[in-house]
């Protein structure tokens, strides 16, 4: 998070040559919007106040948020792959993808949360005005730059939608540097398909493919159906100068990077995100590490080639 005197995120510490944060860079007193040696305690959020809830699918909401420091807000930037944690004071924070467009940063973050624990339940029973605490930007983001001039292809299912909503969106606003983008998205249901203002955006526009596909028949859906990594195989993407970049439930990336790998896919164009593994999100407990590499600080956003040279620990 940018201001005149500061490092953006923790993973700034890598600026310094170090791969992640310790306590000898916790300064007392300021906070995690402005994280980094230079600039404060890293466990201390920022207060927000939620200024928008959208109800996505049956257990899935979306909160936009707004710092209540105008300045944080307004110098807010952030890359599309990047994390923050989202808490309520006296129940917990957990680590939620942003998936607001880049260019709305100065006016909002949206995350989007599953009900599935106490501190994702907590969050469920917010209402327009309540406050949260954020700790955000954290980690890296995918690669936009380097994959400019390439395909991109988009795989995801149910709620990993959420960790790659930022950087569709930010193909389509710079749609000129890229060539051929393709969305496969699906769900259990129709009732699980989040961001459905964005599908009917993405089907209604001739140039991007989207498939959209349920894993069974249901009444009134007249959509695709089939599961994702059999879909993918339908579709029978190039992979000549191809950038897959997936997310869902680990069972369906399983099979998703099966199906890649029969599609001539390499590991160094396949990227995933890890970011359900944070845990402090700065480095400094230790418990999101793959061998040497921390998620919060190296990730969340890796390649398969990245991940291919880590222990089997996913």
Not at 1 to 10: I, L
Not at 117 to 141: F, N, Q, W, Y
Request: net charge negative; charged share 20%; hydrophobic share 40%.
């Amino acid at each position: 998070m940018a201001d005149d005197q500061t490092v953006a995120t923790a993973a700034g510490a890598s600026n310094t040559g170090k791969s992640r944060l310790t306590f000898a860079d916790v300064e007392v007193g300021a906070t995690t919007a402005k994280a980094g040696k230079r600039a404060g305690n890293p466990y201390l959020p920022q207060i927000a106040t939620v200024v928008d809830i959208i109800q996505e699918t049956p257990n899935i909401k979306s909160l936009r948020v707004r710092f209540d420091d105008p300045g944080v807000q307004a110098g807010l930037s952030f890359e599309p792959g990047q994390v923050g944690q989202l808490g309520i004071f006296g129940v917990g924070e957990s680590t939620f993808a942003i998936n607001s467009s880049t260019s709305q940063a100065s006016d909002h973050l949206q995350f989007s949360v599953m009900k599935a624990g106490e501190v994702t339940s907590a969050l469920h029973e917010l209402h327009i005005g309540d406050k949260v605490g954020v700790r955000a930007p954290m980690g890296c983001g995918f690669p936009v730059d380097a994959w400019k001039g390439k395909s991109i292809l988009y795989i995801m299912g149910g709620i990993g939608s959420a960790a790659l909503r930022a950087t569709i969106n930010y193909t389509l606003e710079h749609r000129s540097d890229y060539d051929n983008i393709s969305i496969l998205y699906g769900a259990r249901t129709p009732l699980d398909l989040t961001y459905k203002y964005n599908i009917v955006e993405w089907e209604a526009r001739d140039d991007i493919d989207a498939v959209i596909t349920v894993d069974r028949e249901f009444p009134g859906w007249d959509g695709r159906v089939g599961f994702v990594p059999a879909v993918l195989e339908e579709m029978n993407p190039n992979p000549a100068n191809t950038i897959a970049i997936t997310c869902g439930p680990p069972i369906m990336i399983k099979f998703v990077l099966q199906s890649l790998q029969k599609l001539q896919f390499g590991d160094d164009q396949i990227y995933t995100t890890l970011e359900k593994r944070m845990k402090c999100g700065i480095g400094i407990c230790g418990r999101c590490n793959i061998g040497p590499r921390y998620v919060c600080v190296d990730g969340p956003v890796f390649s398969m080639a990245e991940l291919r040279e880590l222990p089997d620990e996913l």
